[in-house]
């Protein structure tokens, strides 16, 4: 970009900067006189109402895995029926499926209640989403998990991960599941627990770009590697492919490395940047010793190391960086703008040969925005986040317009530009992320609901909107809500999961599981008791358990059903304990009996006509022993 | 009943018996074979499709709000769209809204991480809904909830209450919602601690009925009176209206006081027990002094108090005990039966009044079945749980049959059955526990739902199917599926509700509360750190907190937006702390800051353009304080 491109290019920013304020304002004043679209208005409801219905018994076409936000879950929804389905625990405790309250998983949760799920990805093979796992990360206690799509359950969680901060920029994968994205949306002192002056931000804070390494047959996440950055935000990420397979792309905000009250010191700039890396060639200089280990990561400063990262500048504020199917371009948009940048790979390659810089950050390379730029594409206000069909069109969220535009890729040409209702976030079209995503279905992101559905009080759900995206234009199907807050959500085709329904007993390798009642019984050893338990339809066996007052009680229960959705539930009258053992699975409580008296256990989830006499008796002896009236 | 008819009712009950074990495992083996109506033979599917489509903008009819069993919450759809609107978190902690984070709900869960809720009951006035409150009791931890619809929260949760243990048979409201009911499903010796030898259960375990008191100005509840009941399990109950306003009815089983496997034990006795309480003699006698306390609550004991309580045979292994819109039947539906009996409260009055009693159980009378019952009404097989519409008619969920029987009160006619998909246990007609019932509605809530949705692994949801009963035949038109695990719902028509979005600014009586960011600041005494905290779109103010390592820091966050829908939320990196502050609300985060380090706080809820810029830093000195490679 010339000198007299780039101050243009500014003066048209910071008039439409102060357009965008106004338009904020007026968006949010419309939406406060609660005007809606009717349903005559929308048109066609009819034709909504019978492309949406999912008769009883009939199955939906796609599964909506949405992020759960700061409720530390994902959920699952059916398309076209955007009908809620089912919860999956991630990151807090759910006592409906006893998750958080076993051993297993409460080892698993390290001690954590909650979770900030953002941005959940499904793994994927050549491009395409193969359907084995899903990985989300959390964006308040900087972890990432695997939800095994094979059952539905968390795996893995790893994390907090060293040196990562405010783990926002995740979770993306590389076409073939190499890696997972993370990066720091929060830049702190390094190593951890260091403290700096805030006033000393800018030189002293660092910021942190990643990626977290899966095997590619167990799906086992570990620390991979990590990249010292300026202490900008880093927003949101994805992978190149095709073309740009080997690069990672990072949206950052915040480039003024302001701290204080943000939302004025953080967007004085014009342009912030987007990160390229170039990971093949961060694993070649990880392998010749080049990474220097903080907190047990091996991380890599580019000052020392250049040729692995540059910035590219960007709109304003940005959001969504996202990468076309064919991998040509990936695409840039600034909340604080009206246009998306559609940056060339090809063009990027090129700059970097030609070392075509306008400058440094700490060092980093920074490219001449006009020599990667393929094109400005006039979306219309506050572009976000940008999804794909199967016909070279490409989708982007409007939040200050609460819209989405469909545009062309190539011809840059806005085709069709469709309101949603209010403030959309994210969207996400089906298989949107992959080299072949399947168009068919677009479902819009809004972040605020009010007035959309019956009012439940202040704290109020999200939106979802289905839009039918397999026309010329785009047609508004239908309204769902979720709990706050999906950031993201992935579409994938039902056939692509298998997932069992019972756990195969030759698959329990757990040392005390049991498949008899005959085995069933209680072990003492000094203060320790030890329960092997049977639970099938439908009682426990055993169904008395005596211990002394300050025992410590280890309870390893198999369900030995081996029949789909025969669940049972272990709940412990007046002690915190539920665990939901699935068919095959062997389940372990522990806990010290430190109240005297007659606990009664029973099966929390229904299991057959005689569920509700599936019960028994845990007695801690120590207390009195007469009906004693006082 | 004469000993000849109860001799024949007896043969015919065990041959009864043995035939609904064969369906019972007949009906499994066809569930398994995953046969399943398809759209056109369900009939209508178009118009199923647009009777229960609500448009994107317009909002349902009816509030369904469902028990979350085992999730420790409430969920609440729409109707007819069926749709998952909100979910009100009520004895687990709920990250999504914030609840047990803050010292305020911490408290009222009092350390307990999951409930068991079964059977929500909203607040009544003369009989009808009156829109303010919603209880729901926990069968876990023998607890009692209270939310408030004005705000859809939960306000007091009351217990463990002293004596009972499994806190199944609630939570049903009497006429005026003086009382709630409350009972034991799990007998244990009495006081709660005391340990008797299981093989005694039958003389020195006791079972109780129970009404919780409720405060008709606040709705705050206090234990009212419990009565000593032999050791049998309570299972659901219904508050008497009308000509039986002032009787409270509880259904149980295991009338054979047996422990062990009770699938066996508890089902040897051809009938089992209606218990009738006249909860406004219980009143005068507890008044009378006549009540003894136990662990701090007023218990009756019927051996010394005569006049409170009666038995009523009824069919075996009973569920629902409901009473007829009009008050003069109470239905009785046992499980392995295929009649359910519909009693007449004026005859059991004449009974009570002749002493027509046909034996006894620890003093209490059996009324006779032959001079209570008006008749026995053939629904089909393992009905379970009876709902009223606004033209005279009952709806009987049939367990074992998987279907509804729609049958004239006072005709004793079956007029309809419809069959859902699988084991239905409750079901709700909308206001259907009313003296008003609204007819149109009815949602089968189904235990099972395999094969009736997208796989979604081993732990699979609960299906809900809504039915039209508008008319003369009963209609299909709606599966949802929901969390585990649905026991009972209630129909709310959307207009007797307004709740708030916002709460009013004068209304917060937090001494803490502050409303302007001028009167935001840190205080310290010794090693105690107070800061009081504004949250306005987009900034924390104060956005810096410095402490000591060691520190006690309290934060009081108050949300001075006065626009609905503008919630903010404080979550602290690597912190187990997250707080959702709803506009005008106060609230207040302790903890004690262990770690030194750099940690950031952010917005967890989204709130504006800036939203992704509202952050600030806690800095814990008391670490390192430099880069340090090592």
């Not at 879950?73 to 807090?92: C, D, K, L, W």
């Not at 993370?182 to 260091?194: C, I, N, Q, Y």
């Not at 949603?420 to 072949?436: Q, R």
């Amino acid at each position: 970009m010339s000198t007299t491109e780039a101050k243009l290019d500014r003066t048209k920013l910071k008039w439409f900067g102060a357009g965008a304020v106004c338009v904020v304002l007026f968006a949010f004043a419309v939406m406060s006189c609660g005007k809606r679209p009717t349903a005559a208005e929308l048109g066609g409801a009819a034709e909504a109402a019978t492309s949406t219905y999912v008769a009883p018994g009939d199955t939906d076409e796609y599964y909506l895995f949405y992020s759960g936000g700061h409720s530390g879950n994902v959920y699952v929804a059916g398309v076209p029926s955007m009908r809620h389905i089912s919860t999956i625990p991630v990151f807090a405790a759910y006592p409906a499926t006893g998750y958080g309250f076993d051993e297993e998983s409460k080892k698993m949760l390290g001690g954590f209640g909650w979770g900030d799920v953002h941005h959940p990805a499904i793994s994927e093979t050549n491009g395409d989403y193969d359907g084995r796992w899903l990985f989300v990360n959390d964006n308040a206690n900087n972890r990432l998990a695997r939800i095994d799509l094979r059952d539905f359950k968390t795996k893995q969680i790893l994390g907090p991960i060293p040196n990562i901060s405010g783990y926002h920029g995740g979770s993306f994968v590389t076409p073939n599941t190499e890696y997972v994205l993370a990066a720091s949306r929060f830049s702190v002192p390094l190593p951890k627990g260091t403290v700096e002056p805030l006033e000393e931000y800018a030189t002293k804070y660092n910021g942190v770009v990643a990626g977290v390494k899966v095997d590619p047959k167990t799906g086992e996440m570990s620390h991979g590697f990590q990249i010292l950055m300026p202490p900008f935000n880093f927003d949101l990420g994805d992978a190149g492919k095709g073309p740009s397979e080997g690069w990672a792309f990072w949206t950052s905000y915040n480039t003024e490395r302001a701290t204080g009250k943000l939302e004025v010191t953080s967007t004085q700039k014009d342009r912030d940047y987007i990160a390229a890396v170039n990971w093949k060639e961060v694993e070649k200089a990880v392998a010749a010793g080049k990474a220097k280990m903080i907190s047990g990561v091996p991380v890599l400063d580019p000052k020392e190391v250049p040729g692995l990262v540059y910035l590219i500048p960007c709109s304003k504020s940005p959001h969504g960086v996202d990468v076309s199917p064919d991998g040509k371009y990936f695409i840039g948009s600034g909340k604080l703008q009206s246009i998306t940048t559609a940056f060339n790979v090809e063009k990027m390659l090129t700059a970097i040969q030609k070392k075509d810089f306008s400058g440094n950050e700490d060092g980093i390379p920074v490219l001449t925005y006009d020599s990667v730029k393929d094109a400005e594409v006039n979306v219309g206000l506050g572009p976000l986040h940008t999804q794909f069909d199967s016909e070279g069109n490409a989708y982007t969220s409007l939040f200050v317009e609460s819209a989405v535009a469909k545009w062309k890729l190539g011809s840059w040409e806005v085709l069709d530009k469709i309101p949603v209702t209010y403030n959309i976030g994210h969207l996400c079209t089906a298989e949107g992320d992959t080299v072949n995503p399947d168009g068919k279905y677009l479902v819009a992101l809004n972040k605020l609901s009010h007035g959309r559905h019956l009012n439940v009080g202040p704290s109020q759900p999200e939106s979802s909107q289905l839009i039918n995206i397999g026309g010329e234009k785009m047609k508004m199907l239908y309204e769902a809500f979720t709990e706050p807050e999906p950031h993201y959500a992935q579409l994938i085709k039902a056939d692509k999961l298998k997932p069992i329904e019972v756990y195969p007993k030759e698959e329990n390798k757990n040392p005390n599981a049991i498949w008899d009642v005959k085995d069933a019984g209680v072990v003492r050893n000094g203060t320790n008791v030890t329960v092997k338990m049977v639970a099938v339809r439908s009682s426990f066996e055993p169904y008395k358990i005596e211990v002394n007052k300050g025992d410590t009680v280890t309870i390893y229960i198999t369900n030995i059903e081996q029949t789909t959705d025969e669940l049972h539930g272990f709940g412990l009258n007046e002690h915190n304990l539920n665990v939901v053992i699935d068919p095959g699975e062997t389940k372990t409580i522990k806990f010290v009996a430190d109240k005297p008296g007659v606990f009664p256990f029973y099966c929390t989830n229904f299991c057959s006509a005689l569920h509700q006499e599936m019960q028994g008796y845990l007695l801690v002896k120590g207390g009195g022993s007469a009906l004693a009236m006082k």
